[in-house]
């Protein structure tokens, strides 16, 4: 069974820096599409950023220039190193595996809570 494992979370000021991981397992990971999206309560679900099978990456307005999003195949893990963080970052946030080929694919980690707070 494919199972998404985010970590890496928790309580980080304004302006400094956090790491996310997110492990994969029960899938081929080096076929998917690999996504970091966030949610707060209250909100809609945001994409964040994508790195695709070939390693091209895409970013949300609001978090390009800070955030990076990075993958290791031979771990099944992707990463999202997370700097200069806002209040405004604050949410859960998952991974999400995509694929599509003739039929589409996609499965969700379970997400991690970021905090930015004074």
């Known amino acids: 069974q494919v199972q998404l494992v985010e970590s890496g979370g928790g309580l980080v000021q304004p302006g400094g820096s956090m790491r996310l991981s997110c492990t994969a397992s029960?899938?081929?990971?080096?076929?998917?599409?690999m996504d970091w999206y966030r949610q707060a309560p209250g909100t809609q679900r945001e994409l964040v950023a994508t790195?695709?099978?070939?390693?091209?990456?895409n970013y949300a307005d609001s978090v390009k220039g800070r955030f990076t999003i990075s993958r290791d195949n031979a771990k099944n893990t992707v990463y999202l190193q997370m700097n200069s963080l806002k209040v405004e970052d604050t949410a859960v946030y998952y991974c999400n595996a995509e694929r599509s080929f003739l039929v589409s694919e996609n499965y969700w980690g379970q997400g991690t809570q970021v905090t930015v707070s004074s």
């Open positions: 790195i695709s099978v070939g390693g091209r990456t």
């Open positions: 029960g899938m081929i990971f080096s076929i998917y599409d």
